[in-house]
């Protein structure tokens, strides 16, 4: 049996379906990029805006056209969320819960002995208490270690707690077997991720500062990343144990939504923009060379001219390396869906585009203070046109003509160059 994966949305998503995808192969199944030969196609949905539940029906209409006897099968958030939408679309054959995902290899297996053309399990968000192991694995040099679920902070405007549950996690001891389990395959780097990944411990009473203590002793591991960590959480503690350690990279995605206190409070988030610029200057004066991500949302329901302008300014004076940039999307079930003065589509999108303007250039400019210098790369698998591609301690994207016997080695170059794709060219010292 031939199964195709297609994953949408977070890093989450992305361990979890490279876990289900072993499964299958340790089953005696092959595993295809290609929808059109496969027996089966399996879709790890999301459904952070309407656009992502859009992709996900067009995903399976494509597939179905196509391909019309291979089995679809369906999980994830938006599944979870709306489970008889999705199974009411031609061709569906498996709908899964997010608490039913790890069971997807028996579903499928089931399905085909008894050909049988339906199956769809749905749950409350109080019933949604299984923690689903999971870390990515392939030919990538990054594996993404899943180490919590859930989120217990219900924002106005997200249905993550929905879809997800409750904030969960494994013990610390289960992770680090997984993180030496993914150095014994050969990766160099794990990027720790979660939907609320500081928020790590509420069911073993540990902490997220406890687990990166032990993670920094897994051998085999070069480098962490934190895939992304609320203001609130990000403690000084976690910065000094960053700080401190040769593994953890000076790398940070923050996310902000608003640099707007007022929106913030209407967005029901854990802190202000007081809060949040202490945080961006404490990791900044313990790791000066940090690359900050930050992810802001324009066009909330009563964003005025002002209040936009608010946040450009905010950003654009705090200067991080990115900024992940999302126009407001209304979901179903959240006050946020319900609150009154709406930003007219044409207006988020302008909002949009201003931001995305300030992250270009932003981003050069970060990229741009390093030309001349010298970083360690970690160099990766995927030639493009003739390059190799890897990444600095912090987060900057390099590349140097093809050479395979680098692939997934760790070397030391001078940034020589910023080209027009903002992507930085760099050399080997001995040139």
Not at 256 to 275: E, F, H, P, W
Not at 320 to 347: E, G
Not at 402 to 412: A, C, G, V
Request: with cysteine; glycine share 6%; hydrophobic share 35%.
């Amino acid at each position: 049996m031939k199964v195709c994966f297609y994953t949408l949305g977070c890093k989450l998503n992305f361990s979890e379906s490279s876990t289900l995808a072993r499964e299958f192969i340790g089953g005696g199944h092959t595993r295809t990029e290609d929808f059109r030969e496969a027996d089966v196609c399996i879709i790890n949905s999301c459904s952070v805006t309407e656009h992502a539940d859009k992709k996900c029906r067009n995903i399976i209409r494509r597939i179905h056209k196509l391909n019309p006897e291979a089995i679809i099968a369906v999980t994830g958030c938006y599944a979870q969320l709306k489970p008889y939408e999705i199974a009411a679309i031609e061709g569906v054959d498996i709908v899964l819960s997010n608490n039913d995902k790890g069971d997807m290899y028996k579903a499928v297996v089931e399905l085909g002995k008894k050909g049988v053309r339906q199956e769809v399990t749905s749950c409350s968000t109080e019933e949604l208490t299984r923690f689903f192991a999971a870390f990515s694995s392939g030919d990538r040099t990054r594996a993404f270690l899943k180490v919590q679920d859930g989120c217990d902070y219900c924002c106005s405007y997200c249905t993550i707690h929905n879809a997800r549950g409750a904030s969960r996690n494994m013990p610390i001891s289960n992770l680090i077997a997984e993180a030496k389990t993914i150095a014994a395959e050969g990766h160099k780097e794990i990027v720790i991720t979660g939907v609320n990944t500081g928020d790590f411990g509420r069911t073993t009473g540990e902490s997220f500062a406890d687990l990166l203590r032990e993670l920094d002793k897994v051998e085999g591991i070069e480098r962490y990343r934190i895939s992304s960590i609320e203001p609130n959480l990000l403690t000084d503690e976690i910065i000094d144990i960053c700080a401190a350690s040769k593994k953890f990279q000076p790398h940070f995605h923050i996310p902000i939504q608003s640099g707007c206190d007022r929106v913030l409070k209407d967005m029901r988030r854990r802190y202000n923009t007081a809060m949040f610029k202490a945080r961006i200057e404490a990791v900044r004066k313990a790791m000066p060379d940090a690359f900050i991500g930050i992810d802001v949302i324009a066009g909330f329901p009563g964003e005025s001219d002002e209040d936009f302008q608010m946040t450009y300014n905010f950003l654009e004076a705090l200067a991080p390396a990115f900024l992940h940039v999302f126009p407001f999307s209304a979901r179903a079930n959240t006050p946020a869906a319900a609150m009154k003065n709406k930003v007219q589509d044409s207006i988020k999108t302008l909002r949009a585009a201003r931001l995305e303007e300030l992250c270009s250039r932003l981003h050069r400019q970060f990229y741009e203070k390093y030309v001349g210098t010298e970083a360690n790369v970690l160099w990766e698998s995927s030639p493009k046109a003739g390059w190799m591609y890897g990444f600095t301690e912090n987060y900057i994207k390099v590349k140097m003509p093809f050479d395979r016997s680098l692939i997934n080695t760790t070397e030391r170059v001078r940034l020589i160059k910023v080209d027009e794709e903002c992507e930085m060219l760099a050399e080997k010292l001995n040139n």
